[in-house]
């Protein structure tokens, strides 16, 4: 099983002098409904930094894991004090400390992390493997959700399932469709994403996006937050007790 962990937080300014090698990338402008809301980089070593319109910087990986306990310790920005973990399964940590970043909130010890897993049908997956997904949760931590909320897409015949954790700065999307995975998944819209939910997290729930595709994820993902409305009918849910 591989699970892509797709991994952003916030970090301290960069030192000016690795700012000055850092290449300005493009991101889709009507993907976004205001200007210079993010702007994108790459480092000389192939991480991306986001910085907002706020003058915030996010440090971004991108990970490949075999289980779930990769996928949990992938997304780490502190070391567990409570456990030994390896530097190669703290990968988040590694890029971090690799590059000299320091997290700018001490405050919560993960990343906000999205989870792409493809696999041949959706119905091979449990719903409580599709909820650790999730939840970035590993083998070892308790099944605390009681549903799955989730949304789907068909392209092709194939379904795609973008389901959100419950106040756990983490989502997953499983799809069935190699094309959409490879071709528009992986290298575009899993960091859009990613960009979306932390404009979500720390503006009130607003997306920042006109487009269809956004909408529907931000009114999902406030359906697993105690503190904004949402349209019910706008999502699926299924019990997991």
Not at 29 to 47: C, Q, V
């Amino acid at each position: 099983m591989n699970i892509h962990l797709f991994a952003m937080a916030g970090i301290d300014a960069p030192k000016d002098s690795d700012i000055r090698q850092l290449k300005k990338e493009s991101l889709p402008l009507y993907e976004l409904n205001k200007k210079d809301l993010f702007t994108a980089y790459s480092t000389p070593t192939g991480e991306y930094l986001f910085l907002s319109e706020n003058n915030q910087w996010y440090a971004a990986g991108h990970f490949i894991k075999n289980t779930l306990h990769g996928l949990k310790y992938g997304r780490q920005t502190f070391r567990p004090p409570y456990k030994e973990i390896s530097d190669d399964e703290l990968s988040f940590i590694t890029m971090l400390e690799s590059n000299g970043w320091t997290p700018s909130d001490s405050q919560y010890d993960k990343a906000i992390c999205h989870t792409v897993l493809e696999v041949d049908s959706i119905n091979d997956v449990s719903l409580y493997t599709q909820s650790r997904l999730a939840h970035a949760d590993g083998d070892d931590d308790p099944q605390v959700a009681h549903s799955l909320h989730y949304i789907e897409s068909v392209l092709d015949g194939k379904r795609s399932r973008f389901i959100s954790g419950w106040e756990s700065h983490s989502f997953a999307t499983i799809t069935e469709s190699e094309s959409f995975c490879d071709n528009i998944l992986l290298p575009v819209s899993s960091w859009l994403y990613l960009l979306y939910y932390t404009h979500f997290i720390h503006n009130e729930g607003e997306i920042p996006s006109y487009q269809m595709m956004p909408r529907l994820l931000g009114n999902l993902w406030a359906s697993t937050s105690k503190s904004y409305g949402y349209n019910e009918r706008l999502i699926q849910i299924q019990p997991l007790f």
